[in-house]
């Protein structure tokens, strides 16, 4: 390679190279490190060598990149959260590609019982977006093993590439780019847009990322004795307000909303990350497509870096259109999702009455005692009861109710999701929610088996009714713009307690 201005390194390889393997080695002091390209839009099995990609010989034969589902505002939105292994490895599920991107891009499929399932099910329902558990290259799944495995993805690997374990064919480094855009296709025909749930706070591991193995030091944060910070919980945080770590983020989300026509960005662990690299973002996907959404969770976390910079809840007014995960609505309907015990408002406790309001008002600043997180609009609140993260609801109200007979667990289930569907802001549902989905119990099913984290076709059967409630709820917030008015303005001037 030969070197150039400002750091550049070069290299032009003449003719066709759609399909080489490709790695750079960099000497780095007197030891050769050999990484991955962090660019690299497609990799071999495990993600350990790059490839290069001729992207337009990926698409499908059907492939539409500058149409989907029409959408206008950010409050209109009915997000429903769904992990792809996650719809379709259970028995009666009726999709051959279990745990792949094409089982969601599947339609027909139908219980023992002949009721729907996967893609048609979603569909019923009236959920405009499906927002996706990570689907980018992750580490924690062996794309060589046939054995089941199991993880929410929470790892990175290789940023740009998709994930070979979702795809047919791991070995083949085309395969899952082009099923991934299949699967696309398919939800934005069948009238359903895309979330994609990103995680750049965190690598799988610093020491073994190519960042570090590039530039070592340069991508993730130290304190002050020289270690890396750990407020993402996983070894290490990406340093984003670094300009070379932040050009890489923008432009990798940028990427995907271009090359995979993405419709929104759920940022996980969004307080790690800093306020211009998420206003960047937001301008860059306004010039591709304004009605791009981001949402993120905005939690404070203690990470080496000034607290007016974080892209936490407390800086929401500072990020216009860019919404935070609303936890005050969740803990105050059910209880602190950090204490099993603790009921909310669904479930016996009077108190959380002005957490709920808080939501119900889409967070905006309504008055002294209804407030959240300053003076910020509506569509920056993510109102939910229910998450991938902690019990779900069903196991909640068993852990706070022990006593209560499914009937009244029933009851409280169906009370919190009519909160949740009839509040100001952008709603959010976990998959299998509609129909009081279990994880036995487990609130950090990461890594947990496929009996604990599947979607339960025979329990969405038996509990047909509740699904059909929230059906109705999601018919009636579509039809009704009083339940998702735009403005805080419009919300404090027609909606009363």
């Known amino acids: ?99 792949k991107f094409l089982g969601l891009a599947e339609t027909g499929t139908k219980t023992n019982n002949g009721t729907p399932t996967g893609l048609d099910y979603i569909k019923s329902l009236g959920v405009t977006h499906i927002e996706l558990l990570p689907m980018y290259d992750f580490a924690s799944i062996d794309e060589t093993s046939t054995k089941p495995q199991f993880n929410w993805g929470y790892d990175p690997k290789n940023y740009n590439a998709p994930e070979g374990s979702y795809s047919t064919d791991a070995y083949n480094p085309m395969s899952r780019v082009s099923e991934l855009k299949t699967m696309v296709q398919t939800l934005h025909d069948n009238d359903l847009r895309v979330i994609m749930d990103v995680v750049y706070n965190h690598m799988y591991s610093a020491e073994a990322s190519n960042f570090e193995k590039l530039v070592p030091g340069y991508f993730f944060r130290k304190d002050a004795s020289g270690k890396l910070t750990n ?16 050009k890489f983020i923008v432009e990798s989300v940028v990427y995907w909303a271009k090359e995979y026509n993405i419709d929104g960005f759920r940022f996980d662990l969004m307080g790690l990350l800093d306020v211009e ?144 569907l009839t509040s100001q802001g952008i709603p959010f549902l976990h998959a299998g929610q509609e129909f009081m989905r279990t994880k036995q119990g487990n609130d950090n099913s990461y890594n947990a088996s496929d009996e604990i984290n599947r979607l339960d076709w025979d329990r969405k059967d038996k509990n047909i009714d509740v699904v059909e409630y929230y059906k109705g709820l999601i018919e009636l917030r579509k039809n009704h713009p009083a339940f998702r008015m735009p403005t805080a303005e419009m919300i404090k001037n027609i909606l009363h307690s």
Not at 30 to 47: F, I, L, S
Not at 71 to 97: C, M, Q, T, W
Not at 231 to 246: I, K, L, P, Q, T
């Open 1 to 99: 390679m030969k070197r150039e201005d400002k750091g550049v390194w070069s290299y032009t390889l003449d003719g066709d190279q759609h399909g080489t393997i490709y790695t750079y080695k960099v000497k780095i002091g007197d030891n050769w490190n050999e990484a991955v390209d962090p660019y690299a839009k497609t990799v071999t099995v495990n993600g350990d060598k790059g490839v290069v990609v001729d992207l337009s010989r990926t698409n499908p034969e059907k492939w539409n990149p500058k149409s989907k589902p029409q959408f206008k505002n950010p409050v209109d939105a009915v997000i429903y959260e769904l992990h792809i292994r996650d719809l379709s490895v259970h028995p009666n599920s009726g999709i051959k590609n279990k745990g």
């Open 231 to 246: 407020g993402s919980g996983c070894g290490n945080d990406v340093a984003s307000e670094r300009s070379m770590a932040r």
């Open 277 to 420: 690299t998420m206003n960047t973002i937001r301008a860059e996907l306004d010039k591709i497509d304004p009605s791009i959404l981001i949402i993120g969770e905005g939690w404070n976390l203690s990470t080496a870096l000034d607290d007016s910079l974080k892209a936490n809840q407390k800086n929401a007014t500072k990020m216009p259109r860019i919404a935070h995960f609303n936890d005050t609505i969740r803990d105050g309907i059910k209880g602190s999702v950090f204490n099993h015990n603790e009921p909310g408002f669904v479930n016996g406790s009077t108190a959380s009455q002005f957490k709920v309001m808080s939501g119900i008002v889409g967070g905006i600043n309504y008055s002294s005692g209804i407030t959240t997180w300053g003076n910020i609009e509506p569509n920056q609140s993510v109102v939910y009861c229910e998450a991938h993260d902690n019990n779900t609801l069903y196991d909640k109200l068993k852990f706070t109710n022990p006593n209560a007979t499914e009937d009244e667990i029933k009851a409280m289930h169906k009370l919190a999701g009519a909160i949740v």
